[in-house]
């Protein structure tokens, strides 16, 4: 299994420019998170997909910030626009829902905004 | 809310045993876990336990959990300069399937 996918690696913009995050889960997992790492916050849960519906996106920060899950294999996080604030890391997981929980996260992106 | 709080870095040397602490709030929790975060990587997850356990081991890492103070401990036995790495408790309660993480502790393995 590949585990989970993530692009791109790294992103460098300037403020006011749209990003896209991309993210394919583990095949079967039927749950999808994203995550968002600083380090004054640490990591934060911004949204959460099950059966590629959003179930709690009580954690995206504002307005900029959208998520979509068009299917059981992708997802993804815009920022439009983008702020410097919005630099971070941004990981994506994914679980199947069995009681346990066990997420399995992605490499991340690393988003810098200029 | 839940709050999960660990120490923010540990020293120990190669092969001496390592002992890195979390407490909790949330008395709800079910799940617990350990996750490692090495240099520019996601998050891999080490071990869980569930919170009716007391104890559980996995070959060099034991995990102990004391329910009545929310503390949970992630032994490293035998450490190596390869266990070098951020690592951070999470915990999971009945209402919500996110995680909660801690600050993470950064631990440093010195030859």
């Known amino acids: 299994d590949a585990g989970v996918i993530q692009s791109p690696r790294h992103e460098v913009t300037e403020m006011g420019q749209e990003v896209t995050l991309r993210c394919k889960p583990i095949s079967g997992h039927n749950s999808l998170f994203w995550y968002r790492q600083t380090m004054m916050r640490g990591l934060e849960l911004l949204i959460y997909f099950n059966n590629n519906v959003p179930i709690d996106d009580s954690g995206m920060p504002e307005d900029r910030f959208s998520a979509k899950m068009p299917n059981a294999s992708f997802s993804t996080l815009k920022i439009q626009p983008s702020e410097p604030r919005d630099s971070a890391v941004y990981f994506c997981?994914?679980?199947?829902?069995?009681?346990?929980?066990?997420?399995?996260f992605g490499p991340g992106t690393r988003l810098l905004v200029l | 809310g839940e709050d999960v709080e660990q120490s923010l870095f540990l020293s120990v040397r190669e092969g001496d045993s390592s002992v890195i602490n979390c407490t909790y709030t949330d008395s709800s929790s079910t799940y617990l876990y350990w996750y490692k975060q090495e240099p520019g990587a996601g998050l891999q997850l080490l071990t869980y336990i569930f919170s009716n356990m007391d104890m559980k081991q996995d070959q060099r890492l034991t995990v102990l959990l004391n329910k009545k103070d929310k503390h949970l401990s992630l032994r490293i036995a035998d450490t190596q300069t390869g266990d070098s790495a951020i690592y951070f408790c999470?915990?999971?309660?009945?209402?919500?399937?996110?995680?909660?993480f801690g600050s993470g502790t950064r631990l440093q393995v010195q030859p």
């Open positions: 999470a915990e999971r309660d009945t209402g919500r399937r996110a995680l909660t």
């Open positions: 997981a994914s679980s199947l829902d069995r009681g346990r929980e066990t997420q399995y």
